[in-house]
């Protein structure tokens, strides 16, 4: 047998945890600004101001809008996600060990990438909407103000808004008659049709799209958060890859055969960070996530 067979075998499995990451490992990626392959500790995301139009007298000069450039550095940290497989172990099982581990260590790297995403949301300080939450109607009177807080901010109202919540705001929120009923929202949107908690499917509402998460801050207590931003207010940049290691995503893998242990270690590795671009395009919302779901 050719002894570059274990590179083939290595390739083949980096593969699979790429897919897994992309599909199960974490969903808030897909909701910020990214940047990939990054060369260096630290990466910058950069944030232009706002510019004021002014008119001129006939053959007059042009007055400039002197456009802010704010540059916002991203910092990345190294993540791994690592386990042994004992060579006489797998003659031991009906399972496929393989894809046990790749779904174990991509779901490790997406839940990572999620933390950091919330941690930047949660550094937020352009103000909260407080949440009352005795009956559909204030619920969904609350909905409607995070989305109200953006558009006091001036965010763009273009389809790359985003709105997190609690599992059991989500419960709340499907009490409320325009936000479940297929008279306001389109078929597609609708939960019987959908599994919006792992697959990063959202329901589109009122220009927003809406889903939840278990690793909101202070989930399952009276101080419970959740937020609403826009896609361009956080951004995450992910590093490139060593040399000596395949994969082609944000996720890479490696397989080393330990032969004092008569095992192979499986590590998956990736650098990645998060960073707040734009305060003013994120809002904050507390409640109280130990309340009754509302009855009318």
Known sequence: MSNTIDQSFIKDYASD???VFQRQGGFLRQTVRTKDNVVGLSSTFQKVGKGTATTKARHGVVTPMNQSHTPVECTLEDFYAGDWVDKLDEAKTNIDERMAIADGGAWALGRKVDDQILTQLDATASGAVSWTVT????????????????????????????????????????????FSSSD????????????????????????????????????????????????????????????????????????????????????????????????????????????AIPTS
């Not at 901010?153 to 790359?160: C, K, R, T, Y």
């Open 135 to 178: 009956s559909a109607a204030t619920v969904r009177n609350a909905m409607i103000e995070m989305l109200e807080a953006l558009d006091n901010a001036d965010v763009p109202d273009d389809g790359q808004r985003y709105v997190l919540l609690t599992p059991r705001a989500w419960s709340m929120a499907e009490t409320v008659q325009q």
């Open 184 to 291: 306001y929202v389109k078929a597609g949107d609708m939960s019987f049709t959908q599994s919006n908690r792992t697959m990063g499917r959202w329901k589109f509402w009122r220009g927003a799209f809406w889903g939840h998460h278990t690793g909101l801050p202070g989930k399952g207590t009276a101080a419970a958060k959740v937020f609403a931003w826009h896609k361009n207010a956080i951004g995450y940049a992910t590093g490139k890859h060593a040399g000596n290691v395949a994969g082609n995503g944000p996720v890479s893998a490696d397989i080393t055969w330990h032969g004092d242990r008569a095992a192979h270690f499986v590590n998956h590795m990736m650098s990645g960070g998060a960073a707040l671009i734009d305060d003013t395009g994120v809002i904050e919302g507390n409640l109280d996530d130990t309340a």
């Open 17 to 19: 945890v790429h897919a």
